[in-house]
């Protein structure tokens, strides 16, 4: 069973997959951003222990997100997993040199994301 004392912010502007993402993750407190500004400002806000972090997003790419994340001092030892359908090993390497802790290749398995959430929390 999950810690639902555990709050994640998840960055994603598909609404399906962010739905996919509520059900998956349904045992911790959610939070929901759209693109990269809300993601910085909700972080801020909430103090989230993961984040669940897209690439490919409007206003700031999910590249930029992380690496303001890792940046400030109330946050940057937030955990990040990015899941994305950037499936290169070159775009993997850039996000685990911006900070990322996990990096999901989408399509991907319920178990795989609940997992690495899991993992990491318990970190």
Do not use: W
Request: include cysteine.
């Amino acid at each position: 069973m999950a810690d639902s004392t555990k709050k994640i912010l998840v960055v994603e502007d598909e609404k399906n997959i962010a739905q996919a993402h509520s059900i998956i993750l349904r045992d911790y407190k959610l939070f929901f951003a759209q693109d990269g500004e809300e993601a910085l400002s909700l972080a801020e806000r909430h103090r989230p222990d993961l984040i669940v972090l897209d690439l490919m997003l409007p206003e700031r790419n999910g590249y930029d997100v992380c690496f303001h994340i890792r940046q400030h001092p109330e946050l940057k030892h937030t955990k990040i997993v990015m899941v994305t359908a950037k499936t290169l090993n070159a775009d993997e390497e850039k996000g685990v040199f911006v900070g990322a802790d996990h990096y999901i290749r989408k399509p991907f398995e319920p178990d795989e994301l609940r997992e690495s959430v899991k993992r990491l929390l318990s970190q």
